[in-house]
């Protein structure tokens, strides 16, 4: 016993480090979250700001800001999720048809290239590209119909930019998973279902996707904890006043109303419902695989 | 076995679509790189589309001297080569104990670890603590939150552990102690995931942006995302004006060339890494996969 606490004197040398920052910056905060639960003041502090109880949470639950911004982060979040999703699958899909290897790299490493940039890069791209005065598309856009349109301006071209411009960063990268995924299928299955006579539409459906299901359901599971949060960046640089209706989101009101307008109880309580929301769905969506056996723990 | 008729327009329809798929990645990054290189007047005729005309580096030179550009690009290089350097480190330390067995209480951190990915205290308790340990308008504050990703954690744990064991028990007949192991054996063994790591958490320090705006008021420590983002958000705000006046007429030299050069300057680092780190993180993606 002596010798096994000896032997884990370097170990913990090491590892002490690593305990005081995840206690620092991850569980500290996780408790000031009580401020949810305070009228909290600079002068107080976190510990002896007043309680106020279930105050905050009702104050946000019978604003029709917060509930609109609560309905627009989910509106937001489900669409580019669900419309998302699709796309890495059939990209991998196909890559996985490609038998050019070299064909196969130059555009693995284009789809790949979108990822490591920063949302600011891809929004600056973004409002160059459909700025009507004279973007890229814009141009099309005139061309073929002789007016402009102001795409970042209307609620619902606003909304396929936004979605269209995710997946634009992220699908190439996510596919990379499916890719890792489709080269485990045995092989021998495609051969046994041409023998059989399958087409290659056929043998999609009865070999390659079933082998992907398990990836399917992880992805899934881990996005569905992603459902209460709309990524900052993006939206931030995206949104414009004229369509803050729906582009307002939990992310950017907490930064505006919260830091900006030092409303730091109301907007923790929103933070803790965004994160509680969240924590309860990715135990019901693993619950749900696990029911099927396909659980991530 | 020779492919069928079907099977050849089949085959012909998945090229093209990812012959389409890459250019569209592509394509938008060449039309800015056009725009922040072409004249003024072609810029502002809207007719540069994927190549430049009136080839002109104005946009770059009013760039270098008109704004702060080049502090932060120098801001953004030392963030991103220190936040490396922490974050490399604590990821190790906090990888390898894990790793060993006999490391006593190994399931609870690990446990405690994980929920951190699961659970957070959320923006504004964050916040305050760094406030409260007055780390704003430090660099610390963009280093200190974000120190260990616990996905990057655990990529190298799993790494780590797929070590074979006789590797392990050959280097303690030897008498080697557990620092030197690391150093010796498990670190030169770990290099293509180590690298791996290192480039998701450059990049990540590279695109600060959140992070930044929070926690650094003074703008002369602004990385190249803020500024840039500034720069942009002026630039909408001007083109709204300019919508709302419905007048014509432009300001000098199109904002929008500027913000092109700006959008390459922070872009080009990342170019000129992305292709010796390729092959890399597509392992290290995987590694992550297999056992996230």
């Not at chain 1, 600079?42 to 800001?65: E, M, Q, R, Y």
């Not at chain 2, 080839?55 to 080049?70: R, V």
């Amino acid at each position: 016993m002596i010798r096994l606490w000896r032997r884990n004197i370097p170990l913990y040398m090491m590892f002490v480090p690593v305990i005081i920052f995840f206690i620092l910056f991850k569980y500290v905060p996780m408790f000031g979250a009580v401020i949810a639960f305070k009228k909290y003041n600079f002068a107080d502090g976190i510990l002896h700001s007043p309680w106020v109880g279930w105050d905050n949470f009702k104050l946000l639950f019978s604003t029709p800001t917060t509930l609109q911004i609560i309905r627009n982060t989910l509106v937001i979040s489900l669409l580019s999720i669900f419309v998302g999703f699709p796309f890495p699958i059939m990209l991998a899909i196909m890559l996985n048809e490609v038998r050019r290897m070299w064909f196969k790299k130059v555009v693995q490493t284009l789809v790949y290239l979108p990822h490591f940039f920063s949302w600011i890069i891809v929004s600056g791209i973004v409002i160059t590209v459909f700025s009507q005065q004279n973007g890229l598309v814009s141009g099309v856009w005139e061309s073929l119909t002789g007016s402009t349109y102001p795409f970042l301006y209307r609620e619902g071209s606003w909304l396929a930019i936004f979605v269209g411009s995710g997946i634009w960063k992220e699908a190439g990268f996510s596919a990379i998973i499916y890719l890792a995924a489709l080269t485990s299928i045995d092989t021998t299955l495609y051969e046994a279902a041409s023998m059989d006579g399958a087409s290659r539409w056929r043998q999609i459906w009865h070999v390659t996707l079933p082998g992907l299901r398990l990836t399917i359901v992880l992805m899934f599971i881990l996005s569905m904890g992603r459902v209460m949060e709309v990524g900052f960046d993006q939206v931030y640089m995206l949104q414009n006043s004229t369509v803050s209706n729906i582009s307002e989101v939990i992310s950017t009101y907490i930064y505006k109303i919260g830091l900006m307008g030092s409303q730091f109880s109301l907007t923790a309580a929103l933070g803790l419902f965004e994160s509680l929301v969240s924590l309860i769905l990715v135990l019901i969506a693993n619950g749900i695989a696990r029911r099927y056996g396909n659980g991530l723990w | 076995m020779k492919p069928s008729f079907g099977e050849k327009i089949y085959l012909l329809a998945v090229y093209l679509v990812l012959a389409v798929a890459g250019l569209l990645c592509l394509l938008p990054l060449v039309h800015i790189a056009s725009v922040s290189s072409s004249s003024l007047q072609a810029v502002a005729s809207g007719h540069v589309t994927f190549y430049p005309i009136g080839f002109s580096l104005d946009a770059y030179k009013q760039l270098i001297e008109g704004t702060p550009i080049m502090r932060s690009f120098l801001n953004s290089v030392q963030i991103t080569v220190f936040g490396v350097i922490f974050s490399m480190l604590f990821t190790i330390l906090a990888a390898y104990p894990l790793t060993r067995s006999y490391f006593i209480g190994r399931r609870t951190y690990t446990f405690g670890i994980v929920f951190t990915m699961l659970f957070g205290g959320g923006l504004i308790p964050t916040y305050l603590t760094i406030r409260s340990l007055e780390l704003i308008n430090t660099y610390w504050s963009l280093w200190l939150p974000g120190l260990v990703s616990v996905f990057n954690l655990l990529v190298l744990r799993t790494f780590m552990e797929n070590i074979p064991t006789e590797v392990d028990e050959a280097s303690r007949i030897d008498g080697c102690g557990e620092w030197r192991y690391l150093l010796r054996i498990v670190l030169p063994l770990s290099t293509p995931v180590l690298a791996t790591l290192a480039l998701f958490y450059g990049v990540g320090y590279w695109n600060a942006f959140f992070n930044v705006l929070m926690f650094i008021n003074e703008p002369a420590k602004f990385n190249l995302a803020v500024l840039v983002q500034q720069m942009i958000q002026s630039q909408t705000m001007l083109s709204q004006m300019n919508a709302a006046s419905g007048s014509s007429e432009q300001i000098m030299l199109t904002p929008e060339m500027v913000n092109a050069a700006a959008i390459i300057i922070m872009v080009l680092p990342m170019m000129a890494v992305y292709p010796f780190l390729q092959r890399h993180f597509v392992k290290g993606v995987m590694i992550g996969a297999v056992k996230g």
